[in-house]
């Protein structure tokens, strides 16, 4: 009788180790899993940031357009100056060289 209480109770130690095992390997599953949510979260938050510049950028780009357009304007309008001062003075452009 005793040899199969012995019995018993060994088995009951290895089913107990089993199970132990198994909750640490759930426990380091769910570290990393928290782990992995964490670096999620961090990287959410730089996409967010990366998404909300795109509509700064569009208003950046219209603004370069703008300067474009008016750095072209202002070449053709001081063309047309020298050619105006020149045609006054035809001297004048010879002393600006």
Do not use: D
């Not at 640490?24 to 730089?46: D, F, M, P, S, Y």
């Amino acid at each position: 009788m005793a040899a199969l209480w012995w019995i018993g109770l060994i088995g009951s130690w290895l089913a107990i180790l089993a199970v132990l095992k198994l909750v640490l390997i759930t426990l380091r599953v769910l570290k990393h899993i928290r782990r992995l949510t964490e670096l999620n979260a961090q990287t959410a938050a730089g996409l967010a940031e990366n998404i909300a510049a795109e509509p700064m950028l569009a208003a950046v780009a219209e603004v370069g357009g703008e300067l474009g357009q008016a750095a072209t304007t202002l070449a053709s309008r001081a063309a047309a100056v020298e050619r105006t001062v020149e045609s006054l003075s035809p001297t004048a452009g010879a002393r600006r060289s």
